[in-house]
């Protein structure tokens, strides 16, 4: 009779902007990053996969104990950190950012990204209060 097994998977949490998937993940597997080294963004350190290779590439990550999952929710995957914070570890677990003023606006790979950059100062969108002081611009997280 064969032994059969579970293998936990480890989430990989993707969002989709425009027509591209975007996320952040180290891969230490051999031959994995190799395999999606085609949409790595070196200059900004993270994975863009084409609409049209999502499939493959939930495949590929699948088949190495990742499963992909699609933010419902963007937004609650926002930090806001001031330029006088030290944000100097958020960033490296960011996807995206937008300077707004004195603010950084990060989005972060996943939900224990969004605990440690709060651990280290940053706010999430939602609760932050951010406003020009001319009042050109506003977002109050919702």
Same mark, same amino acid.
């Given at each position: ?71 419902? +929710? ?52 939602? +609760? ?15």
């Amino acid at each position: 009779m064969p032994t059969t097994f579970d293998v936990e998977q480890e989430d990989v949490t993707a969002f989709w902007f425009g027509q591209t998937y975007l996320f952040k993940q180290y891969f230490d597997k051999d031959g994995l990053f190799q395999q999606l080294q085609d949409y790595y963004n070196f200059d900004r350190c993270r994975f863009d996969v084409p609409q049209r290779r999502i499939l493959e590439v939930r495949q590929i990550l699948d088949s190495h104990f990742y499963e992909l999952r699609i933010a419902d +929710e963007p937004m609650d995957y926002c930090v806001v950190q001031g330029k006088q914070g030290d944000s100097s570890d958020i960033p490296r677990n960011s996807v995206a950012n937008q300077r707004r003023g004195n603010y950084e606006i990060y989005l972060m790979k996943d939900y224990v990204s969004v605990r440690q950059a709060i651990e280290k100062g940053a706010t999430r969108l939602e +609760e932050a209060d951010l406003r020009k002081e001319n009042s050109q611009w506003e977002i109050d997280g919702s």
